[in-house]
């Protein structure tokens, strides 16, 4: 029994759906807003949308109880509120992680539509990158 299997046994179809719906379109949006933090005129707004994406995916993600996408949204959303508070320019290191980790984010989209257990979190995601050096 894989990922979907289990939110369709433990929750209301229409919810589970939802979620996938809404979900699958915050991953296939993700790159861009990432790559959008490194342009100046495009920051404010691009990190208050990923603020909110991974806010939204950690809040639906630990409603379903699907602990490891709660918890690797809540660790990328501190980082992002930190970027966003400091107004912090970003650099590439950063950007190269954020890309990782909408690929793990990605990866978890084809695990529920597959009905695959989840992929197990790849370790070198959980080391911050420098998020003060320009």
């Not at 949204?73 to 954020?98: I, M």
């Amino acid at each position: 029994m894989g990922i979907r299997s289990d939110l369709d046994s433990n929750f209301d179809y229409e919810i589970v759906d939802e979620f996938l719906d809404h979900y699958s379109m915050m991953i296939d949006y993700m790159d861009t807003m990432i790559i959008d933090l490194s342009k100046p005129n495009m920051f404010d707004q691009s990190v208050n949308e990923l603020f909110r994406v991974f806010h939204n995916i950690k809040s639906a993600s630990s409603f379903l109880k699907i602990e490891p996408m709660a918890k690797l949204s809540a660790f990328v959303e501190d980082a992002l509120d930190q970027l966003r508070t400091n107004h912090v320019a970003v650099n590439e290191e950063t950007v190269n992680w954020l890309l990782s980790i909408s690929d793990m984010f990605a990866a978890w989209n084809d695990d529920l539509k597959l009905d695959n257990e989840l992929s197990h979190i790849k370790y070198s995601l959980l080391k911050l990158p420098d998020l003060e050096n320009n």
